[in-house]
């Protein structure tokens, strides 16, 4: 039987994730990690194995805690056109409150880490798909019901929606205004009532 660990794993996970988040992976050594976790780098080593697994532990994380906030509001009750408001409107929030301008860990990921690995390559492209097909499914309901007047295709649609919620994301990082944010999602959802 091993050991029970010495250490609250939700602090380091916290803490791994701040790190890494803010200065990316390369830029993340195990040293920074354990020090800032506040534990010894034998420690994490010992807990999630190498820094490419304590990264994987923590987007993994990160994903569950974001595709929960997205189930909440494509899944509840709002009209669909309203549910893809509330869901940008979360997103320029989000992005307004962090004095960091992180950006999202997904998209920085995809950026920064996917390129030259596959594993978490197929991690991104799992969640922008997930994304994807919430916003095609949401389109297509609100095309049904009528609260949503063009006749483009629901899937063409969640692709535009999808490639302006990832240049969003950028954009957030290093121009996190809200008129300017605005300003990129206005037109699509005037897109949405043009029959």
């Known amino acids: 039987m091993g050991r029970p660990r010495e250490f609250d794993e939700d602090r380091v996970l916290d803490a791994a994730t701040q790190r890494f988040w803010m200065n990316g992976y390369d830029a993340t050594s195990i040293r920074d990690l354990a020090e800032d976790a506040k534990i010894t780098s034998a420690s994490l080593y010992n807990a999630?194995?190498?820094?490419?697994?304590?990264?994987?532990?923590?987007?993994?994380r990160y994903i569950r805690v974001a595709m929960l906030s997205c189930e909440e509001i494509f899944d509840g009750p709002a009209r669909p056109v309203d549910a893809m408001t509330q869901y940008f409107d979360a997103i320029i929030e989000e992005?307004?409150?962090?004095?960091?301008?992180?950006g999202c860990f997904?998209?920085?990921t995809a950026i920064d880490v996917a390129p030259h690995d596959a594993d978490f390559k197929s991690a991104v492209?799992?969640?922008f798909n997930r994304i994807e097909s919430y916003l095609r499914?949401?389109?297509a309901a609100g095309q049904a019901d009528g609260t949503i007047k063009t006749k483009q295709p629901?899937?063409?649609?969640?692709?535009?929606?999808?490639?302006?919620l990832l240049g969003l994301r950028v954009l957030a990082r290093v121009t996190p205004d809200r008129e300017v944010m605005?300003?990129?999602t206005r037109p699509l959802f005037a897109l949405l009532q043009t029959a």
Request: glycine share 10%.
């Open 154 to 164: 629901a899937a063409d649609l969640a692709r535009l929606f999808l490639g302006a």
């Open 182 to 184: 605005k300003g990129l």
């Open 137 to 139: 499914d949401t389109i």
């Open 48 to 60: 999630f194995g190498d820094k490419r697994a304590l990264y994987r532990v923590v987007l993994d």
């Open 106 to 108: 997904v998209v920085n």
């Open 125 to 127: 492209i799992a969640v």
């Open 95 to 102: 992005a307004l409150q962090d004095g960091f301008y992180k």
